[in-house]
């Protein structure tokens, strides 16, 4: 599923890039496993070995943004899981950390706790607000 052209792209990521995508990839083995109940192994066990994590990425599974990601994770597989895909396409497009309403770079304390977020804090309490949308850009 991956193409020659994007495993290029993966090959070139900054370190920053890299750190998301490993984080990205984590969450939808997460998903992709179906690991409702045993959300939380399946992270630690991705975090101790293969995807050569950091120790500064295992304290991102902090107790509250871990709960967090659960919830999601099990109220909304399906649209996470395109979620994921699309940043992990927005990764390869370079387009990657920038809210899709406002064009702001979303700070990395909320890309690590949520790296496929697509809005800043900002625009996302705005559509909090207004029932999921953003007056300003809809
Ligand atoms: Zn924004």
Same mark, same amino acid.
């Given at each position: 599923?991956?193409?020659?052209? $994007?495993?290029?792209?993966?090959?070139?990521? !900054?370190?920053?890039? %890299?750190?998301?995508?490993?984080?990205?990839?984590?969450? %939808?083995?997460?998903?992709?496993?179906? =690991?409702?109940?045993?959300?939380?192994?399946?992270?630690?066990?991705?975090?101790? *070995?293969?995807?050569? +994590? !950091? !120790?500064?990425?295992?304290?991102? @599974?902090?107790?509250?943004? %871990?709960? /967090? =990601?659960?919830?999601? #994770? =099990? !109220?909304? $597989? @399906?649209?996470?899981?395109? =979620?994921?895909? *699309?940043?992990?396409?927005? #990764?390869? *497009?370079? /387009?990657? @950390?920038?809210?899709?309403?406002?064009?702001? /770079?979303?700070?990395?304390?909320?890309?690590?706790?949520?790296?496929?977020?697509?809005?800043? +804090?900002?625009?996302?309490?705005? %559509?909090?607000?207004? *029932? @999921?949308?953003?007056?300003?850009? $809809?």
């Amino acid at each position: 599923m991956v193409k020659q052209a $994007d495993v290029d792209k993966i090959d070139n990521f !900054t370190e920053k890039e %890299r750190k998301y995508y490993n984080l990205l990839l984590q969450y %939808r083995d997460v998903i992709a496993g179906n =690991m409702k109940s045993h959300a939380e192994n399946a992270l630690d066990a991705s975090n101790a *070995d293969k995807r050569g +994590v !950091t !120790t500064h990425m295992a304290d991102v @599974g902090a107790d509250s943004s %871990r709960n /967090e =990601m659960e919830l999601q #994770l =099990m !109220t909304d $597989d @399906g649209s996470v899981l395109d =979620m994921i895909n *699309d940043a992990i396409q927005r #990764l390869l *497009d370079h /387009e990657y @950390g920038k809210c899709h309403d406002c064009g702001a /770079e979303i700070p990395e304390a909320r890309l690590e706790a949520k790296p496929y977020a697509i809005y800043c +804090v900002k625009c996302k309490s705005i %559509r909090e607000k207004n *029932d @999921g949308h953003n007056p300003y850009v $809809d």
